[in-house]
Nanobody, 123 residues
């Protein structure tokens, strides 16, 4: 069984910062990539950021968060982080951790989702 546990969400004022964490545990042979998505009320889930586990950890960001958010990872601990700065009201959403995991050497990669953590940006 694979479990993703997210933390760090909460209420923050516009211009403030939050740091989200996601820890993957359980039956994990390898991880391909780790990403963050978010879903605002009445909207579809959208991509936020992704980081490669291999190599130097290349990253990609949605245009809406470039320059404000930073994704990072700790491969040894199977953790991914999202540092969110200069938060805006439109960043309000449930943020989900997404990890591509191979459970065994013979298994294909599968996408696992965290339970989501609420981020609310409001004065």
């Amino acid at each position: 069984q694979v479990q993703l546990v997210e933390s760090g969400g909460g209420l923050v004022q516009p211009g403030g910062s939050l740091r989200l964490s996601c820890a993957a545990s359980g039956s994990i042979f390898s991880i391909n990539a780790m990403a963050w998505y978010r879903q605002a009320p009445g909207k579809e889930r959208e991509f936020v950021a992704v980081i490669s586990v291999s190599g130097g950890g290349s990253t990609h960001y949605a245009d809406s968060v470039k320059g404000r958010f930073t994704i990072s990872r700790d491969n040894a601990k199977n953790m991914v982080y999202l540092q969110m700065n200069s938060l805006k009201p439109e960043d309000t959403a449930v943020y989900y951790c997404n990890v591509a995991i191979r459970r065994t050497v013979a298994a294909p990669f599968e996408n696992y989702w965290g339970q989501g953590t609420q981020v609310t940006v409001s004065s």
